[in-house]
């Protein structure tokens, strides 16, 4: 297909590479200002653990059924590789620090690959190009999600390498090559490249449950595209979606022999239809547009993106003259439109789920690389052959994203404190706080678990029980075993048909700690103090009442144990463990 060159007032000076490179800093920059671990991480590390030494695919150990409490399987045995018992054990990099390298490195991989395809799309200028990679290099999101512990990255890398290969609309050239992917595809058209993208979709729904939504989205579009018309993309196009679904067969079919369920027990916490989950679903993805205000526009550039060409009337014809930049428009549209659709579904999902309580977006980000190839498709036409402003108004609004980015990677929000609090979906918590924030609290709570975790393994044995709502870190580090106050890995919870409240994403299940009592647990809970505060300080208590008025105060006794710098600690701590009598 012939596409119009772009304009010199388009074109930009700087080689690719400089640009590349510059890209590449910027995201590394940001993604190091906001490294992060998030508690529920540990829980994946928890099953990795236990997986590697032998024990299974559990959180709890034990004789009981076990619990899906993870939505990333193939990220879990991943990790394993890295615990003790495991193929790569390290005794220099512990897991935690390997889940946020890892998501580093697939971060680093998504821009690079996005580099690539925008190179390839001879319909986009190269500011438009230039533009959609910065986009993508200073957006929070992809800052934010290039550490955290968990596989958001990875899987959003997957998606996005399985539409490449699948509906990159440039080909192969397999004409010119002589390599043995080039040779497969000329003797089996189509079948080499649908073999290709299949991989990535098969990784996609292994490594997150409800990843087979954007491969059943990707599908979707591949039917709708032009080159269905073309024997070896629909040859492509079967073999891809036959071999994610056989792999999402298997998975489901072994999930359902292991655990008895055919969804993850976190499926149960976090999804079901109702108002309050669409109200509070509704003002995640708005709150989202808000906080990273760049989204917004790159969704407004998708939708100017898929404006008809334009049209002018000859005097000589009568009739009329598709412009001449309307040779490449056909395929910048199509890809606003798919970045747009992808995005949109992504949306929909979100807000059916009811969101997510952690920091920017973490259920939209799958979306993210197709958000960047519809602002590019935007700049694209923004800055086509036309009238001479248009280039200027093209670069304005990438300049515009760029800048909106980085104030919301400062903290800085241009939308009024007002509307950002009436969107506020995280109802649990006290007063509103900034995604940043947000940020910042969940690392700081990780952290001080983590300590909280290395006192209980000193002072607790793995046969004794506990009851929780932060199983991550405290669960990984001293191998109790434990109830969970939200469901997460206990099947009991999750599957109490309870009214719905008004709480945040993921806590609509939660019970209170004496839901447990009737299975005699050892411990009520435990905290960190210090040796010269009172007894009961950081108990829970009514107005006027003391910790041993409380009904739970009788119950048990409180243990303090000292814990030693030389141990690791800071000086000055101990633990406080509050043991049910017997």
Same mark, same amino acid.
């Given at each position: 297909?012939?596409?119009?060159?772009?304009?010199?007032?388009?074109?930009?000076?700087?080689?690719?590479?400089?640009?590349?490179?510059?890209?590449?800093?910027?995201?590394?920059?940001?993604?190091?200002?906001?490294?992060?671990?998030?508690?529920?991480?540990?829980?994946?590390?928890?099953?990795?653990?236990?997986?590697?030494?032998?024990?299974?695919?559990?959180?709890?150990?034990?004789?009981?059924?076990?619990?899906?409490?993870?939505?990333?399987?193939?990220?879990?045995?991943?990790?394993?590789?890295?615990?003790?018992?495991?193929?790569?054990?390290?005794?220099?990099?512990?897991?935690?620090?390997?889940?946020?390298?890892?998501?580093?490195?697939?971060?680093?991989?998504?821009?690079?690959?996005?580099?690539?395809?925008?190179?390839?799309?001879?319909?986009?200028?190269?500011?438009?190009?230039?533009?959609?990679?910065?986009?993508?290099?200073?957006?929070?999101?992809?800052?934010?999600?290039?550490?955290?512990?968990?596989?958001?990255?990875?899987?959003?890398?997957?998606?996005?390498?399985?539409?490449?290969?699948?509906?990159?609309?440039?080909?192969?050239?397999?004409?010119?090559?002589?390599?043995?992917?080039?040779? &497969?595809?000329?003797?089996?058209?189509?079948?080499?490249?649908?073999?290709?993208?299949?991989?990535?979709?098969?990784?996609?729904?292994?490594?997150?449950?409800?990843?087979?939504?954007?491969?059943?989205?990707?599908?979707?579009?591949?039917?709708?595209?032009?080159?269905?018309?073309?024997?070896?993309?629909?040859?492509?196009?079967?073999?891809?979606?036959?071999?994610?679904?056989?792999?999402?067969?298997?998975?489901?079919?072994?999930?359902?022999?292991?655990?008895?369920?055919?969804?993850?027990?976190? =499926? $149960?916490?976090?999804?079901?239809?109702?108002?309050?989950?669409?109200?509070?679903?509704?003002?995640?993805?708005?709150?989202?547009?808000?906080?990273?205000?760049?989204?917004?526009?790159?969704?407004?550039?998708?939708?100017? &993106?898929?404006?008809?060409?334009?049209?002018?009337?000859?005097?000589?014809?009568?009739?009329?003259?598709?412009?001449?930049?309307?040779?490449?428009?056909?395929?910048?549209?199509?890809?606003?439109?798919?970045?747009?659709?992808?995005?949109?579904?992504? =949306?929909?999902?979100?807000?059916?789920?009811?969101?997510?309580?952690?920091?920017?977006?973490?259920?939209?980000?799958?979306?993210?690389?197709?958000?960047?190839?519809?602002?590019?498709?935007?700049?694209?036409?923004?800055?086509?052959?036309?009238?001479?402003?248009?280039?200027?108004?093209? =670069?304005?609004?990438?300049?515009?994203?760029?800048?909106?980015?980085?104030?919301?990677?400062?903290?800085?929000?241009?939308?009024?404190?007002?509307?950002?609090?009436?969107?506020?979906? $995280?109802?649990?918590?006290?007063?509103?706080?900034?995604?940043?924030?947000?940020?910042?609290?969940?690392?700081?709570?990780?952290?001080?678990?983590?300590?909280?975790?290395?006192?209980?393994?000193?002072?607790?044995?793995?046969?004794?029980?506990?009851?929780?709502?932060?199983?991550?870190?405290?669960?990984?580090?001293?191998?109790?075993?434990?109830?969970?106050?939200?469901?997460?890995?206990?099947?009991?919870?999750?599957? $109490?048909?309870?009214?719905?409240?008004?709480?945040?994403?993921?806590?609509?299940?939660?019970?209170?700690?004496?839901?447990?009592?009737?299975?005699?647990?050892?411990?009520?809970?435990?905290?960190?103090?210090?040796?010269?505060?009172?007894?009961?300080?950081?108990?829970?208590?009514?107005?006027?009442?003391?910790?041993?008025?409380?009904?739970?105060?009788?119950?048990?006794?409180?243990?303090?144990?000292?814990?030693?710098?030389?141990?690791?600690?800071?000086?000055?701590?101990?633990?406080?463990?509050? $043991?049910?009598?017997?």
């Amino acid at each position: 297909m012939a596409h119009a060159a772009p304009t010199s007032a388009a074109r930009i000076r700087v080689p690719w590479a400089w640009l590349v490179a510059l890209a590449v800093l910027v995201w590394a920059v940001s993604a190091w200002h906001l490294d992060f671990i998030c508690d529920d991480a540990f829980i994946s590390f928890r099953y990795a653990k236990h997986l590697a030494a032998g024990e299974g695919l559990v959180f709890n150990l034990g004789s009981h059924q076990p619990v899906e409490g993870y939505t990333n399987f193939l990220w879990v045995v991943y990790l394993s590789l890295f615990e003790p018992g495991g193929y790569l054990h390290t005794r220099f990099l512990d897991t935690p620090t390997i889940a946020r390298l890892s998501s580093g490195l697939c971060g680093l991989i998504l821009l690079l690959q996005m580099a690539a395809y925008l190179r390839r799309r001879p319909d986009l200028s190269d500011a438009a190009r230039a533009a959609g990679l910065l986009f993508l290099a200073t957006f929070p999101p992809m800052a934010l999600w290039s550490s955290g512990g968990l596989a958001t990255m990875p899987v959003a890398l997957f998606i996005f390498l399985a539409f490449r290969t699948l509906l990159d609309s440039t080909g192969l050239h397999t004409d010119s090559k002589t390599g043995p992917a080039a040779i &497969a595809e000329r003797r089996f058209p189509g079948i080499w490249t649908g073999i290709w993208a299949g991989l990535w979709g098969v990784l996609a729904v292994l490594t997150r449950a409800d990843g087979f939504l954007w491969i059943a989205g990707i599908c979707l579009l591949a039917a709708l595209s032009p080159r269905c018309r073309e024997r070896s993309f629909r040859r492509s196009l079967f073999t891809f979606a036959t071999l994610t679904a056989l792999a999402l067969a298997v998975h489901f079919s072994w999930r359902h022999n292991y655990y008895g369920e055919w969804l993850p027990n976190t =499926a $149960r916490v976090k999804t079901g239809l109702s108002a309050l989950r669409l109200e509070r679903g509704a003002k995640y993805v708005l709150a989202y547009l808000c906080a990273v205000p760049s989204a917004g526009l790159a969704l407004a550039c998708a939708c100017y &993106a898929l404006r008809p060409p334009r049209t002018r009337r000859t005097r000589r014809t009568r009739g009329t003259r598709v412009e001449p930049s309307a040779n490449g428009d056909a395929e910048t549209r199509l890809l606003a439109f798919q970045g747009l659709a992808l995005f949109l579904g992504t =949306a929909v999902y979100a807000l059916w789920v009811g969101g997510d309580f952690m920091p920017l977006g973490r259920f939209l980000f799958p979306a993210v690389p197709f958000l960047a190839l519809a602002f590019a498709a935007g700049l694209g036409r923004l800055g086509a052959n036309g009238k001479a402003a248009r280039p200027w108004a093209a =670069a304005i609004v990438g300049a515009s994203a760029i800048i909106l980015s980085g104030l919301s990677l400062a903290d800085i929000h241009p939308v009024p404190l007002a509307l950002r609090q009436a969107l506020d979906f $995280r109802w649990n918590e006290p007063h509103y706080q900034t995604e940043l924030e947000m940020r910042a609290g969940m690392d700081e709570r990780a952290r001080n678990w983590t300590i909280q975790g290395r006192a209980l393994a000193l002072y607790t044995r793995p046969d004794e029980t506990m009851i929780l709502s932060a199983v991550g870190a405290q669960g990984y580090y001293s191998n109790l075993f434990l109830y969970d106050n939200y469901g997460l890995v206990t099947r009991e919870v999750a599957q $109490r048909d309870a009214p719905l409240k008004r709480s945040s994403p993921g806590h609509d299940k939660r019970v209170p700690s004496d839901f447990f009592f009737d299975r005699h647990p050892d411990y009520l809970g435990s905290l960190l103090s210090h040796p010269y505060l009172p007894e009961t300080d950081g108990l829970p208590a009514a107005p006027g009442q003391s910790w041993y008025e409380h009904p739970w105060g009788k119950r048990v006794t409180i243990e303090r144990y000292p814990l030693y710098p030389e141990d690791g600690f800071a000086a000055g701590l101990e633990l406080r463990l509050l $043991r049910f009598k017997r």
